[in-house]
């Protein structure tokens, strides 16, 4: 495969060339991410409350810090790989056909680094097709690449800043109830690897 088609198929996140980039590059930055695991663990914890379903789970990072979470990702590697390690994981495709939504729902629905891999619209869509499956009263957690960590990965997008964040909350009925960082202060962003998570509920 030319060098050409490979950068192609990594813009897309479905395809073996992305989970190879994005394994390859976790496993490089491991070592360096390893001593801030323990607050990100606990960051993932207060954001995610009791049954977690996280959507584009990728190969199950907030999957080892969550004990009731269920995953669903549509790259066949990364489910794969998620597997081997033990969690519970589905591919888009099986859940969307097998999960008996009615049945089991959940608290909390996480969408962390997902949403800025496609267009607006797309994402606005995207977030409505899981929202049945949220209890009353659950909420959603949005995490998004803040600052100059957008430019970190090839296949990204669209920038969600909070305004962006709270237009996607009133297309999809959903209120913003917070803004977070991690794991430095917002500012920080223009010079530092950072998250934004937003938390929202459904307006009353």
Not at 23 to 37: D, G, I, M, N, T
Not at 53 to 60: E, I, N, Q, S, T
Not at 182 to 200: E, G, Q
């Amino acid at each position: 495969m030319n060098l050409i088609m490979v950068e192609n198929n990594i813009m897309d996140t479905a395809s073996k060339e992305y989970s190879d980039y994005y394994l390859q590059k976790y496993a490089k930055w491991w070592r360096f991410l390893s001593p801030v695991e323990i607050p990100f663990k606990f960051f993932a914890r207060c954001l995610c409350k009791g049954k977690t379903l996280d959507v584009g789970c990728g190969p199950g990072r907030y999957l080892s810090f969550l004990p009731d979470a269920t995953g669903i990702d549509h790259n066949p590697e990364f489910i794969f790989y998620a597997r081997r390690r033990g969690f519970k994981v589905f591919l888009s495709q099986e859940f969307d056909e097998d999960f008996d939504k009615s049945l089991q729902r959940f608290d909390t629905l996480l969408f962390s680094h997902i949403l800025e891999h496609m267009e607006f619209q797309q994402a606005c869509e995207f977030v409505k097709k899981y929202l049945p499956t949220l209890k009353p009263g659950g909420k959603v957690i949005i995490i998004v690449p803040d600052g100059i960590s957008f430019k970190n990965d090839p296949s990204h997008r669209c920038y969600f800043d909070c305004n962006l964040i709270k237009k996607l909350a009133s297309a999809n009925s959903l209120h913003l109830q917070k803004a977070m960082y991690h794991p430095f202060p917002k500012y920080m962003s223009r010079w530092l690897v950072n998250d934004a998570a937003y938390k929202l509920s459904f307006q009353a």
